[in-house]
């Protein structure tokens, strides 16, 4: 099996969420950006059909200027966007890796990240930290964008128990599929006033 097997293309993603959802809608909004830092985060939201109230499916792409090659560095925002796009696609219909033949095909053949530790050294504009309180006291992005924590698979997400459930739980778990590769959830516990508040 060849390295990009299990990853679907742009277009073919693209191509099945219109025949899988034909009535279906898509969007993205940019949640925040900083020109300065060189960062954007954009949240996209999937309805299967135009009777659907509440998206079927939310996802987000964290976009960064200096993991950008020079020649790619103009289409953040749209590489950013179309990124949201692909992984709320995925997340609603399943079946594949999040993740796009596009952006492996970078990986693949990127050697920055492994060439650099960014919690140990700073290349270019990319900030390191030693501890996570550090990165959070130069509110930095890295560790929570708008409120949402991120983990080295990208942001996390909120899941909780439902309203019927015998114990009521919530947290933000990591996004990778392999359960023996994510991340550990940050739990969250329910008060006295009904709201969930991180566990400590």
């Given at each position: ?114 060439d ?12 390191s ?43 933000y ?28």
């Open positions: 099996m060849a390295f990009m097997d299990n990853y679907e293309g742009n277009k073919e993603r693209t191509d099945r969420w219109i025949a899988t959802y034909p009535q279906g809608r898509l969007e993205t909004h940019i949640v925040e950006f900083n020109a300065e830092k060189g960062y954007v985060l954009v949240q996209a939201k999937a309805w299967r059909n135009q009777t659907e109230i509440d998206p079927a499916g939310i996802d987000y792409a964290h976009g960064f200027l200096a993991a950008y090659s020079d020649k790619m560095r103009r289409w953040m925002v749209e590489d950013t966007c179309t990124s949201a796009l692909m992984r709320v696609m995925a997340l609603v219909m399943g079946g594949t890796e999040k993740v796009t033949k596009e952006v492996m095909s970078l990986v693949k053949t990127e050697t920055l990240a492994a650099h530790d960014y919690w140990t050294t700073k290349f270019g504009d990319v900030p930290y030693k501890t996570r309180e550090e990165a959070e006291e130069a509110d930095e992005t890295g560790w929570a964008v708008n409120g949402v924590p991120m983990c080295s698979h990208g942001s996390m997400r909120w899941n909780q128990s439902k309203p019927d459930a015998p114990k009521a739980w919530a947290g778990f990591c996004s990778e599929k392999i359960k023996e590769k994510q991340c550990k959830p940050q739990w969250y516990v329910l008060t006295s006033d009904g709201t969930f508040k991180p566990q400590v």
